[in-house]
């Protein structure tokens, strides 16, 4: 069965950083297009940061310049490394397979919380 244990978040203040992991099972980890997302009070869940089975990486404009994705497939881990933090990136951090519906396996997510 497909799992993500997300974890790192922490409430900091505007200007930090922090890093998050995610520790994913039941898939082959080292072929497959990962991504985090997150989900704000009363929004969506959207993409944040994108990394292939080549380590290509995207990352959408509130982010690009201050978050860094990796991955280390032999812990099958992935992390993303979140600098200058703002108040605007305060949310439930979620991890998963690049394209993953709605109704596919999430796990708990982290909370960061980025407030003065």
């Known amino acids: 069965q497909v799992q993500f244990v997300e974890s790192g978040g922490d409430s900091v203040q505007p200007g930090e950083s922090l890093r998050l992991s995610c520790a994913a099972s039941?898939?082959?980890?080292?072929?497959?297009?990962l991504a985090w997302y997150r989900q704000a009070p009363g929004n969506q869940r959207k993409w944040v940061a994108i990394i292939t089975s080549s380590n290509i990486e995207t990352y959408s404009d509130p982010v690009k310049g201050r978050f860094t994705i990796s991955r280390d497939n032999a812990k099958n881990a992935l992390y993303l490394q979140m600098d200058t933090l703002n108040v605007e990136d305060t949310a439930v951090y979620y991890c998963?397979?690049?394209?993953?519906?709605?109704?596919?396996?999430w796990g708990q997510g982290t909370q960061v919380t980025v407030s003065s």
């Open positions: 039941g898939i082959r980890f080292d072929r497959r297009t």
């Open positions: 998963n397979l690049w394209g993953a519906a709605d109704d596919s396996n």
